[in-house]
């Protein structure tokens, strides 16, 4: 009897219920509805009624729509390194609702451009207009304490200590995060900003980022978390900016579709040129045939008789409208010009390793292994096996010992045993700082028993053209810098 009310008004206007929660209008009416014992029913139907109606008409009042604030104009965006046009974006706008990602291949210029908006990278001509202030995450910059930060914020971060020289990947990063989200700005611009964080970490940055109220431009490649922070997708490729609407699987559609009517329009195209070419030179060849006619012709005496003559005339006519209709389809084929055909992923090929010429079936071990840090009990007595071949992923929160594990494979510490043919390549999750001052060839060089042809074969597949191979690593984006360590 209790809830014959909320089956009456649940059954009569769902909608209305959904339309409150979509509103942002405070409906307190509702769990008195889920509450409320009705003694009498024809009084508690007249009250039930009052207030739904009340409610309704609250939660249907229309709401102002919010006004969209320009907080960042920037124009005539160009930029250009070794002859090679890195940026040139005639007009970028940020408004105070923009959740944007920004994503592109590594080297694109995405960082570059971040720092033009921001103001730390000024251009000749451009100009930067903006109102408001913005925090910055980035990507390789180490992390710095500030006096000003939020330390509740610190602590729901997970960042218990206060070192930056000890702290984890992830817990620098939960540091930086921390830090933009500590001061009252209008937007917030980010690089990579889920590196090294484990999905924990992830999902609470999310929630956070949900919950700003200002703008947001973002480098990433985690489509998990692209999908749930952001609305457009700004795609820089060949210095420009295209725009999508949505998220990032919805860009992916988009972009699947863009490729399908690209894909038709070259096949398209290549079948009509071919069918062209086919028909003019059938044209030519049937020219051609007439004309060995006409000779043949004028070989007998082509003047004997004036109907013979008016022949030769007709299979001339002919054959000049058979080369003005080979001519028109070789004008129509000049016409076409060239559509190029959908651009493929470039793969990476490595030499073929040779792991899997061990006799050992499991090239590494650990036996009761113990480590204890900062008064931590990391592991006591663990141990594993890790198989010829395997591919193994160590998974676990910030903090909880899976870089310390790789340390002590690395350094063979007590417990851990490595067949003695076993080589092991290490990329660390705080590679950015290694010294960046090297040259791209001289660090793969060190750090790779290739040739140097071999080299420039693996870097250009990677995307480097012979310019960025000549590069310091100091100039190089975060991803491109990591590319070169993985490589």
Same mark, same amino acid.
């Given at each position: 009897?209790?809830?014959?009310?909320?089956?009456?008004?649940?059954?009569?206007?769902?909608?209305?219920?959904?339309?409150? %929660?979509? /509103?942002?209008?405070?409906?307190?009416?509702?769990?008195?509805?889920?509450?409320?014992?009705?003694?009498?029913?024809?009084?508690?139907?007249?009250?039930?009624?009052?207030?739904?109606?009340?409610?309704?008409? =609250?939660?249907?009042?229309?709401?102002?729509?919010?006004?969209?604030?320009?907080?960042?104009?920037? $124009?005539?965006? #160009?930029?250009?390194?070794?002859?090679?046009?890195?940026?040139?974006?005639?007009?970028?706008?940020?408004?105070?609702?923009?959740?944007?990602?920004?994503?592109? /291949?590594?080297?694109?210029?995405?960082?570059?451009?971040?720092?033009?908006?921001?103001?730390?990278?000024?251009?000749?001509?451009?100009?930067?207009?903006?109102?408001?202030?913005?925090? #910055?995450?980035?990507?390789? $910059?180490?992390?710095?304490? +500030?006096?000003?930060?939020?330390?509740?914020?610190?602590?729901?971060?997970?960042? @218990?200590? =206060?070192?930056?020289?000890?702290? @984890?990947?992830?817990?620098?990063?939960?540091?930086?995060?921390?830090?933009?989200?500590?001061?009252?700005?209008?937007?917030?611009?980010? &690089?990579?900003?889920?590196?090294?964080?484990?999905?924990?970490?992830?999902?609470?940055?999310?929630?956070? !980022?949900?919950?700003?109220?200002?703008?947001?431009?973002?480098?990433?490649?985690?489509?998990?978390?692209?999908?749930?922070?952001?609305?457009?997708?700004?795609? !820089?490729?060949?210095?420009?900016?295209?725009?999508?609407?949505?998220?990032?699987? &919805? #860009?992916?559609?988009?972009?699947?579709?863009?490729?399908?009517?690209?894909?038709?329009?070259?096949?398209?195209?290549?079948?009509?040129?071919?069918? !062209?070419?086919? %028909?003019?030179?059938?044209?030519?060849?049937?020219?051609?045939?007439?004309? +060995?006619?006409?000779?043949?012709?004028?070989?007998?005496?082509?003047?004997?008789?004036?109907?013979?003559?008016?022949?030769?005339?007709?299979?001339?006519?002919?054959?000049?409208?058979?080369?003005?209709?080979?001519?028109?389809?070789?004008?129509?084929?000049?016409?076409?010009?060239?559509?190029?055909?959908?651009?493929?992923?470039?793969?990476?090929?490595?030499?073929?390793? +040779?792991?899997?010429?061990?006799?050992?079936?499991?090239?590494?071990?650990?036996?009761?292994?113990?480590?204890?840090?900062?008064?931590?009990?990391?592991?006591?007595?663990?141990?594993?096996?890790?198989?010829?071949?395997?591919?193994?992923?160590?998974?676990?929160?910030?903090?909880?010992?899976? $870089?310390?594990?790789?340390?002590?494979?690395?350094?063979?510490?007590?417990?851990?045993?490595? /067949?003695?043919?076993?080589?092991?390549?290490?990329?660390?999750?705080?590679?950015?700082?290694?010294?960046?001052? +090297?040259?791209?060839?001289?660090?793969?060089?060190?750090?790779?028993?290739?040739?140097? @042809?071999?080299?420039? @074969?693996?870097?250009?597949?990677?995307?480097? /053209?012979?310019?960025?191979?000549?590069?310091? =690593?100091?100039?190089?984006?975060?991803?491109?810098?990591?590319?070169?360590?993985?490589?």
């Amino acid at each position: 009897m209790g809830f014959f009310v909320v089956f009456i008004f649940a059954g009569k206007d769902m909608e209305n219920r959904r339309g409150i %929660a979509i /509103s942002g209008y405070p409906c307190c009416c509702l769990s008195f509805f889920v509450d409320m014992q009705i003694e009498s029913p024809s009084r508690g139907w007249r009250s039930a009624f009052f207030i739904a109606i009340s409610n309704y008409e =609250l939660c249907n009042k229309k709401r102002e729509e919010p006004t969209m604030e320009l907080l960042l104009k920037a $124009t005539d965006i #160009y930029v250009e390194y070794k002859g090679r046009e890195i940026l040139s974006i005639n007009e970028l706008e940020l408004y105070n609702y923009d959740r944007i990602g920004l994503v592109g /291949s590594n080297g694109a210029g995405k960082s570059t451009l971040i720092k033009v908006l921001l103001g730390e990278l000024a251009l000749p001509g451009c100009i930067v207009k903006g109102i408001g202030n913005f925090a #910055y995450i980035p990507q390789l $910059t180490e992390a710095a304490w +500030q006096e000003s930060i939020d330390h509740a914020l610190l602590g729901k971060l997970g960042v @218990s200590r =206060l070192d930056t020289q000890t702290m @984890s990947g992830g817990e620098e990063t939960r540091l930086k995060v921390a830090q933009a989200l500590s001061g009252q700005v209008h937007g917030i611009f980010a &690089d990579e900003p889920t590196s090294h964080l484990d999905r924990e970490g992830i999902d609470f940055l999310i929630g956070q !980022l949900q919950y700003f109220s200002g703008a947001l431009l973002i480098i990433s490649h985690d489509r998990y978390f692209l999908d749930k922070v952001v609305n457009k997708i700004w795609e !820089l490729k060949d210095g420009k900016i295209t725009e999508y609407w949505g998220n990032y699987s &919805d #860009y992916l559609g988009q972009k699947e579709e863009e490729r399908q009517r690209q894909t038709a329009q070259y096949e398209q195209h290549v079948m009509e040129r071919a069918r !062209l070419e086919r %028909a003019a030179e059938e044209k030519r060849k049937q020219a051609q045939k007439v004309d +060995q006619k006409t000779k043949g012709a004028a070989k007998k005496g082509a003047t004997e008789s004036g109907g013979r003559l008016g022949h030769q005339k007709t299979i001339g006519s002919k054959q000049k409208t058979l080369y003005k209709a080979a001519k028109s389809m070789e004008h129509r084929i000049e016409s076409m010009g060239d559509i190029s055909a959908p651009e493929k992923a470039r793969t990476v090929r490595f030499r073929q390793s +040779q792991a899997l010429a061990l006799h050992n079936p499991y090239p590494i071990t650990g036996t009761e292994i113990n480590k204890i840090f900062d008064n931590k009990v990391l592991f006591e007595k663990a141990s594993f096996q890790i198989p010829l071949g395997a591919k193994v992923a160590f998974t676990g929160g910030n903090g909880t010992g899976k $870089t310390t594990l790789f340390q002590m494979i690395l350094h063979r510490e007590a417990g851990i045993a490595i /067949s003695p043919k076993a080589e092991i390549g290490y990329f660390a999750q705080n590679s950015y700082k290694f010294n960046r001052d +090297q040259g791209v060839m001289t660090f793969m060089e060190d750090h790779c028993d290739y040739g140097q @042809s071999e080299i420039r @074969s693996v870097l250009a597949s990677m995307g480097f /053209s012979p310019n960025d191979i000549k590069k310091n =690593l100091s100039v190089l984006s975060g991803g491109r810098a990591h590319q070169i360590i993985a490589g």
